[in-house]
């Protein structure tokens, strides 16, 4: 007889006490959910729906951080608990009536100035309040000059990451904070980009 060995009673009590607490021992887990569990889909579902949105990059405005053709995460909530914060990439509707732009169209930009903020374009350089920016994600340097604009409250100024092509701020101004939409979360790029 051999000490060294544990018993056939040890060995059988350890396995089915540990074979009761798997988790996987029954697999009823796997069953149809009743009605409880349609519930907290259609629950989940319209949790999803309202808060959140996927949505489609049409443009290079934002390049390099999106690309055209990116599927996008905006989460719509969070701006009712917090106020909007520079570098914040937010979705807006435009906030001028334009022929070419429908209601229903969004436009994506990067928040660069908050209110009671002095901004202006020059010398290849964003300044905020006369201080150069460091804006390592920009596709390249602005090759317009700007004039110096007052942030008013209530309202933020936005530019995109492709400043040499975006249709943004320095074009038609501040954009009131009543507009956005919603925060970018996430991006998932298409495995041919």
């Not at 917090?82 to 990067?110: L, N």
């Amino acid at each position: 007889m051999s000490f060294l060995r544990p018993s056939a009673l040890y060995q059988f009590l350890i396995t089915c006490l540990s074979v009761r607490w798997m988790p996987c021992q029954s697999w009823g887990f796997l069953r149809w959910p009743g009605l409880d569990g349609f519930v907290k889909i259609l629950v989940g579902l319209l949790l999803w729906s309202t808060f959140s949105e996927i949505r489609f990059i049409p443009s290079s405005s934002m390049y390099p951080t999106l690309r055209i053709g990116d599927r996008i995460i905006v989460e719509k909530a969070s701006y009712y608990f917090r106020s909007p914060s520079i570098h914040d990439i937010v979705t807006f509707r435009f906030p001028f009536q334009h022929p070419a732009i429908g209601e229903e169209d969004v436009f994506i930009k990067r928040i660069v100035a908050e209110a009671g903020d002095f901004v202006q374009v020059r010398d290849g350089s964003l300044y905020v309040n006369g201080i150069a920016q460091n804006e390592d994600f920009i596709a390249e340097q602005p090759k317009y000059t700007s004039n110096l604009t007052y942030v008013p409250n209530g309202h933020v100024y936005v530019l995109g990451d492709n400043r040499n092509n975006s249709f943004d701020s320095h074009v038609w101004g501040p954009l009131p904070v009543n507009n956005i939409v919603g925060r970018y979360i996430t991006c998932c790029r298409p495995s041919n980009s």
